[in-house]
């Protein structure tokens, strides 16, 4: 009986690895890879891995998506395409080098943001979340209500809640759709001032008729400048990472 009773915890743990094999063994891998690029290839929008598992008949674990998401990866490596993971899941997109060829078949203006909006967008992305009255403190001037609409309309910032002050002012932080358009999982992936500025203006506009400039731009200086923030101490002063620095984890 003893020696029975040494035997339990081995026995434990090959029951527990079992699942695991059989769960692939159930799964023609090929088959099941050939799917996941087919969808990943036709999907307008990112795939979550529990989309993904959706393909499958028989249970599969993120581990085993993850392994085969990276095998397609490695079939694109040398293409003018790329597997990758954003915000809101994985996606199939053309390499950045690409771009400048693919303009050819269809030219189109790239949009070009006053910095009214690049500026207050930087604000929220490093300060979130942020009120209206925050975002006119770093800044010095009025916030217009066209650039947060804008930035709206967008998808690159919303409404998260209020903050519990007399009037309840918004607050406002940045969206999944604004990592997604700068190819970030996370927040603590952001870049500098001056590489989210040439990012988002590569960015493919929401509808050509999307309004990127403020109705009232005698009330900036300079509204057409591309920097988001000329000054490195207002940027000091404010908390926020001077250009060529990344945001704070």
């Not at 070009?112 to 009120?131: F, H, K, N």
Request: proline share 7%; aromatic share 4%; hydrophobic share 35%.
């Amino acid at each position: 009986m003893s020696g029975q009773a040494e035997t339990l915890p081995q026995n434990e743990v090959v029951a527990e690895a079992v699942p695991q094999e059989v769960a692939a063994a159930e799964v023609d891998v090929a088959q099941f890879r050939k799917i996941l690029e087919a969808a990943l290839l036709t999907a307008q929008e990112p795939l979550t891995l529990a989309e993904m598992k959706k393909f499958s008949d028989a249970p599969v674990d993120n581990a085993f998506i993850e392994e085969l998401l990276e095998q397609v990866a490695q079939k694109y490596a040398d293409s003018g395409i790329e597997l990758s993971q954003v915000s809101s899941g994985w996606r199939f997109r053309a390499r950045p080098e690409m771009q400048p060829h693919l303009d050819k078949l269809n030219p189109q203006k790239q949009p070009r943001y006053s910095r009214a909006v690049m500026e207050t967008l930087a604000i929220i992305a490093y300060r979130q979340p942020v009120t209206r009255g925050d975002i006119e403190e770093i800044r010095g001037v009025a916030v217009s209500s066209h650039v947060l609409k804008t930035l709206e309309t967008r998808g690159w910032i919303d409404v998260v809640g209020t903050r519990d002050v007399p009037g309840k002012p918004s607050l406002y932080a940045t969206t999944k759709q604004l990592l997604d358009d700068l190819n970030l999982r996370s927040l603590q992936e952001l870049p500098s001032l001056d590489e989210m500025g040439g990012l988002l203006e590569q960015a493919p506009p929401e509808q050509e008729s999307l309004p990127l400039h403020e109705s009232n731009p005698g009330q900036e200086t300079n509204p057409g400048q591309g920097s988001l923030l000329d000054s490195d101490a207002a940027l000091e002063q404010h908390g926020l990472p001077e250009q060529g620095q990344q945001a704070a984890a």
